[in-house]
C-alpha cells in the first residue's frame, strides 16, 4: 500500500473513533506520517488528559490491526 493510500486509511480509523474523543470533550487530529510514526495532534480534553497515552495505544492498536504492520503513535503540536 502506498504512504498517500495509508494516511487516508489512517484518517478514517481516526474519523471512525472521533465520536469516542468528542463525548469526552477531546478531539484527535491528523498530522502527518512518516514510515511506521504516525504524528497526531491532541486537542481539548485530549491534550494534557492523563489518560492519552490509553487513547495513543488505542489508535496505534487499531492502526497496527488494519494496515498489517506496527506504527507508533506519538502527539505534536500542529504547525
Known amino acids: 500500500m502506498s504512504a498517500a493510500r495509508e494516511a487516508i486509511v489512517v484518517s478514517k480509523i481516526i474519523d471512525e473513533m472521533r465520536p469516542t474523543f468528542r463525548r469526552d470533550g477531546g478531539d484527535v487530529e ?6 511506521s510514526l504516525v504524528l497526531v495532534n491532541l486537542v481539548g480534553a485530549c491534550s494534557g488528559c492523563q489518560l492519552a497515552a490509553s487513547t495513543l495505544g488505542g489508535i496505534a492498536q487499531k492502526i497496527t490491526e488494519t494496515l498489517g504492520r506496527p506504527v507508533r503513535v506519538m502527539p505534536v503540536a500542529r504547525a
Open 30 to 35: 491528523l498530522v502527518d506520517m512518516e514510515g
